[in-house]
């Protein structure tokens, strides 16, 4: 049974970091591409970032990039999330997502609880 579990959440002041670490459990990890999603109060669950197998393949949504960085460490069987320069629109819950398959693709086929991230203003 597979298992992602989120940590790293918080509350943090604008401008501020936090890096959301998830570890995931019940298959071989390096084969399967990972992503990371966010869901505010109010609004749909939203695509942040993924990165596929091998960590060459990077996708990030246009409202994060350059400011947050996903990457994997195939040995740990752990996904992070660095996010830098955080904003009050920011705010939600992350939620851990791994893919079907090594690439990414638009709909993951497991998800974790979710962190809580707060940013004040």
């Known amino acids: 049974q597979v298992q992602l579990v989120e940590s790293g959440g918080g509350l943090v002041q604008a401008g501020g970091s936090l890096r959301l670490s998830c570890a995931a459990s019940g298959r071989t990890f390096s084969n399967y591409a990972m992503g990371w999603f966010r869901q505010a109060p109010g609004k749909e669950r939203e695509f942040v970032a993924a990165?596929?197998?091998?960590?060459?393949?990077?996708f990030y949504a246009d409202s994060v990039k350059g400011r947050f960085t996903i990457s994997r460490d195939n040995a740990r069987d752990t996904v992070y999330l660095q996010m830098n320069s955080l904003k009050p629109e920011d705010t939600g819950v992350y939620y851990c997502?791994?893919?079907?398959?090594?690439?990414?693709?638009?709909?993951?086929?497991?998800w974790g609880q979710g962190t809580q991230v707060t940013v004040s203003s």
């Open positions: 997502a791994q893919a079907s398959m090594t690439f990414w693709t638009t709909t993951p086929e497991y």
């Open positions: 990165i596929d197998w091998t960590s060459l393949y990077l």
